[in-house]
Protein backbone atom coordinates (compact mmCIF):
# COMPACT_ATOMS: atom_id res chain seq x y z
CA UNK A 1 0.00 0.00 0.00
CA UNK A 2 1.50 3.29 -1.25
CA UNK A 3 0.18 6.77 0.43
CA UNK A 4 0.66 9.96 -0.95
CA UNK A 5 -0.24 13.00 1.84
CA UNK A 6 -1.01 16.70 -0.09
CA UNK A 7 -2.39 19.48 0.96
CA UNK A 8 -0.08 21.37 3.35
CA UNK A 9 0.73 24.61 3.21
CA UNK A 10 1.43 28.28 5.37
CA UNK A 11 -1.76 29.78 6.61
CA UNK A 12 -2.51 32.51 8.77
CA UNK A 13 -4.64 31.31 12.30
CA UNK A 14 -8.12 31.08 12.05
CA UNK A 15 -7.73 30.18 8.18
CA UNK A 16 -8.56 26.89 7.08
CA UNK A 17 -6.55 23.76 4.70
CA UNK A 18 -7.88 20.73 3.50
CA UNK A 19 -5.32 17.98 2.99
CA UNK A 20 -5.71 14.75 1.36
CA UNK A 21 -4.13 11.08 0.90
CA UNK A 22 -4.11 9.07 -2.00
CA UNK A 23 -3.74 5.46 -1.89
CA UNK A 24 -2.31 2.67 -3.95
CA UNK A 25 -2.45 -0.88 -3.96
CA UNK A 26 -4.36 -2.95 -1.49
CA UNK A 27 -7.97 -2.72 -1.15
CA UNK A 28 -8.76 0.57 -0.10
CA UNK A 29 -12.23 -0.25 1.82
CA UNK A 30 -10.51 -2.77 4.29
CA UNK A 31 -7.88 -0.03 5.27
CA UNK A 32 -8.73 2.12 8.37
CA UNK A 33 -6.99 5.25 8.02
CA UNK A 34 -5.21 7.94 10.02
CA UNK A 35 -3.88 11.39 10.27
CA UNK A 36 -1.10 12.12 12.21
CA UNK A 37 1.14 15.05 13.21
CA UNK A 38 4.55 15.25 14.78
CA UNK A 39 6.25 18.87 14.87
CA UNK A 40 9.96 19.75 16.36
CA UNK A 41 11.37 17.58 19.10
CA UNK A 42 7.85 16.27 19.95
CA UNK A 43 6.74 12.51 19.01
CA UNK A 44 3.92 11.73 16.64
CA UNK A 45 0.49 12.09 17.51
CA UNK A 46 -2.78 11.06 16.26
CA UNK A 47 -5.18 13.83 15.18
CA UNK A 48 -7.89 11.82 13.29
CA UNK A 49 -8.99 8.62 12.82
CA UNK A 50 -11.43 6.93 10.63
CA UNK A 51 -12.99 3.09 10.47
CA UNK A 52 -12.92 0.66 7.09
CA UNK A 53 -16.95 1.72 6.85
CA UNK A 54 -16.30 5.52 7.47
CA UNK A 55 -18.80 5.06 10.51
CA UNK A 56 -16.55 5.26 13.14
CA UNK A 57 -14.20 8.23 14.02
CA UNK A 58 -12.43 9.60 16.67
CA UNK A 59 -10.12 12.70 16.92
CA UNK A 60 -7.64 14.15 19.80
CA UNK A 61 -9.32 16.51 21.81
CA UNK A 62 -6.93 19.63 20.51
CA UNK A 63 -9.17 19.31 17.47
CA UNK A 64 -12.75 18.01 18.28
CA UNK A 65 -14.68 20.68 16.45
CA UNK A 66 -12.42 22.07 14.43
CA UNK A 67 -10.81 19.24 12.33
CA UNK A 68 -12.73 16.42 9.82
CA UNK A 69 -11.89 13.57 8.84
CA UNK A 70 -13.87 11.68 5.58
CA UNK A 71 -12.73 9.03 2.91
CA UNK A 72 -14.05 7.87 -0.31
CA UNK A 73 -13.74 4.47 -1.09
CA UNK A 74 -14.60 5.15 -4.78
CA UNK A 75 -11.53 7.36 -5.02
CA UNK A 76 -9.13 5.70 -2.53
CA UNK A 77 -8.55 8.80 -0.72
CA UNK A 78 -9.15 10.29 2.86
CA UNK A 79 -9.15 13.36 3.81
CA UNK A 80 -8.72 16.29 6.74
CA UNK A 81 -10.49 19.42 6.38
CA UNK A 82 -8.86 21.89 8.97
CA UNK A 83 -10.78 24.88 9.93
CA UNK A 84 -10.04 27.65 12.80
CA UNK A 85 -6.17 26.84 12.36
CA UNK A 86 -4.01 27.51 15.55
CA UNK A 87 -0.37 28.42 15.62
CA UNK A 88 0.07 25.36 17.49
CA UNK A 89 -1.27 22.93 15.30
CA UNK A 90 1.80 23.26 12.74
CA UNK A 91 3.34 20.39 12.18
CA UNK A 92 4.29 17.75 9.24
CA UNK A 93 0.89 16.26 8.59
CA UNK A 94 1.09 12.03 8.10
CA UNK A 95 -1.77 9.98 6.87
CA UNK A 96 -1.32 6.31 8.17
CA UNK A 97 -3.11 2.83 6.93
CA UNK A 98 -4.25 0.18 9.26
CA UNK A 99 -4.96 -3.28 7.32
CA UNK A 100 -5.81 -5.11 10.45
CA UNK A 101 -8.57 -3.15 11.99
CA UNK A 102 -12.31 -4.15 12.71
CA UNK A 103 -14.97 -2.88 10.17
CA UNK A 104 -15.97 0.17 12.57
CA UNK A 105 -12.92 0.93 14.13
CA UNK A 106 -10.98 3.95 13.80
CA UNK A 107 -7.05 4.64 14.09
CA UNK A 108 -6.84 5.75 17.81
CA UNK A 109 -2.64 4.77 18.01
CA UNK A 110 0.58 5.51 15.46
CA UNK A 111 1.34 1.39 16.44
CA UNK A 112 -1.35 0.57 14.59
CA UNK A 113 -0.13 1.56 11.19
CA UNK A 114 1.26 -0.31 9.30
CA UNK A 115 1.69 1.99 6.12
CA UNK A 116 2.83 5.59 6.15
CA UNK A 117 2.30 8.30 3.28
CA UNK A 118 5.12 10.51 3.44
CA UNK A 119 4.19 13.59 5.52
CA UNK A 120 2.64 17.31 4.52
CA UNK A 121 3.93 20.79 6.30
CA UNK A 122 1.47 22.68 7.67
CA UNK A 123 2.34 26.04 8.88
CA UNK A 124 0.33 28.23 10.96
CA UNK A 125 1.22 31.78 11.54
CA UNK A 126 -0.27 34.27 14.29
Known amino acids: VQLQASGGGLVQAGGSLRLSCATSGGTFSRLAMGWFRQAPGQEREIVAGISRSGGGLHYADSVKGRFTISRDNAKKMVYLQMNSLKPEDTAVYYC????????????????????WGQGTQVTVSS
Open 96 to 115: GADVNSILMEPVLYSRQIDY
